[in-house]
């Protein structure tokens, strides 16, 4: 077990033109660089997912409340190879600017994602992607057009457990002076 976290609990997307879309769960998800944005993403090949994101070249990472901690279960624990998740889970697949890769509609922020680069790294292979366009639901919009993440818990995984995240009502800088 890797005792680092905890880290966000993500829906992944992904899909084909044409053809089937999947969600995958994934915990190891994470930011690698600012500019430009890129994410790291890591998915064992033996996934239903993993050919879908290498063959395309894209994904979606949809970010997770506390509340739907059930979707995150749910897609993580049936093969995409003998169900239609978004069927399964009632979720809805929105295209966005990607070609193939849907966005869930029901995920309060989602990042869409093109492939740069695929990393074999042992029992997972780490994408990295640049993100290329992000969505974020009204509700979390402040009055200036920024981000508010206060009216959600966040849904974060730890030593196989998920944890509620919750915003601390903290006014900080990024350095000290």
């Known amino acids: 077990v890797t005792l680092l976290g905890p880290v ?11 053809g089937k879309k999947n969600i995958i769960t994934l915990a190891w998800v994470g930011v690698i660089n600012s500019s430009p944005p890129m994410v790291s993403i890591s998915v064992r090949p033996s996934r239903y997912s993993h050919p879908i994101i290498k063959e395309t070249g894209e994904f979606v990472i949809n970010i997770l409340n506390a509340d739907q901690v059930l979707l995150a279960e749910g897609c993580g624990t049936v093969s995409g190879k ?16 990607l070609k193939q890769a849907p966005l869930i509609k029901e995920c309060p922020i989602n990042l869409e994602c093109r492939v740069k680069q695929a990393l074999n790294l042992g029992s997972h292979e780490m994408f990295i992607g640049q993100v290329k366009e992000v969505y974020v639901a009204e509700q979390l919009l402040n009055e200036r057009g920024g981000i508010n993440f206060h009216p959600y818990e966040w849904l974060g995984y730890f030593g196989g457990q998920y944890f509620k995240v919750k915003p601390l009502d903290l006014s900080l800088g990024y350095s000290l002076k």
């Open 8 to 18: 966000p609990s993500a829906l992944i997307s992904c899909g084909r033109a044409g």
């Open 82 to 97: 003998k169900v239609d998740k978004f069927k399964q889970f009632n979720l809805t697949a929105v295209q966005g600017t």
